[in-house]
């Protein structure tokens, strides 16, 4: 889940269905981005995502650095885990 206000408008463009996701190792992911409005606004992320929670040992608990470049709206963003 990635928040909806300030997030999504620094970092995607209002059509934005699919974003890359790349990891600390430098692996590319490729994720389907859902904007959900209930119970509140977010996005939801799809597609690959699934393969990488298991590849990069993501679980419950873990924390996720999320990162994008300043220059405006992007279809990557960047990902860190600390655990």
């Not at 996701?21 to 389907?32: A, E, M, S, T, Y």
């Not at 509140?40 to 924390?63: N, T, Y």
């Amino acid at each position: 889940m990635l928040p909806y206000n300030d997030f999504r408008e620094f970092v995607f463009n209002n059509a934005t269905t699919s974003i890359k996701l790349v990891d600390d190792c430098g692996n590319v992911w490729n994720c389907n981005l859902i904007f959900v409005t209930f119970p509140c606004k977010h996005f939801k992320l799809g597609g690959e995502w699934s393969g990488l929670v298991p590849a990069r040992r993501i679980s419950i608990g873990d924390s996720i650095l999320l990162g994008a470049q300043s220059s405006g709206p992007n279809e990557s963003i960047y990902l860190m885990l600390y655990s």
